[in-house]
């Protein structure tokens, strides 16, 4: 079993900055891929971003894309998103996620098997 704890959300501005942390405890760490995803309001939850179990490679949706970067820190078991240049429609709960054997296809994370509660993100106008 992994578990899974986000932080880092929060009320920003347009424009403005955020960091998501995901702190994990269980089983190894190191040998999960990791991955954030978002849920808004009435809509269906979608990928985000995904990093390989050594952080040498990442994925991410095209419409965050330049804008956040997803890393991870073996030693502190601890997966990042930082957020930059946020717009209200990046309004969401955050899912932090692990996958032993997740892997990228068509634009979407699949493999995910354990799943965080999420950290709620609101960017105003």
């Known amino acids: 079993q992994v578990q899974l704890v986000e932080s880092g959300g929060g009320l920003v501005q347009a424009g403005g900055s955020l960091r998501l942390s995901c702190a994990a405890s269980g089983r190894t760490f190191s040998s999960y891929a990791m991955g954030w995803f978002r849920q808004a309001p009435g809509k269906e939850r979608e990928f985000v971003a995904a990093?390989?179990?050594?952080?040498?490679?990442?994925y991410y949706a095209d419409s965050v894309k330049g804008r956040f970067t997803i890393s991870r820190d073996n030693a502190k078991n601890t997966v990042y998103l930082q957020m930059n240049s946020l717009k209200p429609e990046d309004t969401a709960v955050y899912y932090c996620?692990?996958?032993?054997?997740?892997?990228?296809?068509?634009?979407?994370?699949?493999?995910?098997?354990?799943w965080g509660k999420g950290t709620l993100v609101t960017v105003s106008s």
């Open positions: 996620a692990a996958g032993e054997k997740g892997y990228y296809s068509g634009s979407y994370y699949y493999g995910m098997d354990y």
């Open positions: 990093i390989s179990w050594s952080g040498g490679s990442t």
